[in-house]
């Protein structure tokens, strides 16, 4: 069963750093993509950034510059690196993926295009 483990939130002031990790258990092909999205309260989930099988990235235009998104495919674990982080970057963060596809059909960055979530990570972000 494939599960995600997110591992790395916490508190921060404004400019601060953080990263999170994402452990993909129950699965053993090459031939999958994952993304973290975030959901601030009151606020409908975002995609934040995605990375597939070939290690390619997309990132939201409101992150792209200041978090890194990265994949070490041994250890099934994927990392978002944050800088320079905001107060509007505060929410529950997510970790998603789909399996059995090399990359994603869409942006990479929509909801449905991923079956399994992780609990989530809040990150809070103070000014």
């Known amino acids: 069963q494939v599960q995600l483990v997110e591992s790395g939130g916490g508190s921060v002031q404004a400019g601060g750093s953080l990263g999170l990790s994402c452990v993909l258990s129950?699965?053993?092909?090459?031939?999958?993509?994952m993304a973290w999205f975030r959901q601030a309260p009151g606020k409908e989930r975002e995609g934040v950034a995605a990375?597939?099988?070939?290690?390619?990235?997309t990132y939201a235009d409101s992150v792209q510059g200041r978090f890194t998104l990265s994949k070490d495919n041994g250890q099934m674990t994927l990392y978002l690196q944050m800088n320079n982080l905001k107060p509007e970057d505060t929410a529950m963060y997510y970790c998603a993926a789909q399996m059995y596809r090399w990359t994603w059909y869409k942006d990479g960055l929509s909801r449905n295009e991923y079956s399994y979530w992780g609990q989530g990570t809040q990150v809070t972000v103070s000014s």
């Open positions: 129950g699965y053993s092909y090459s031939n999958y993509y």
């Open positions: 990375i597939d099988s070939n290690d390619r990235t």
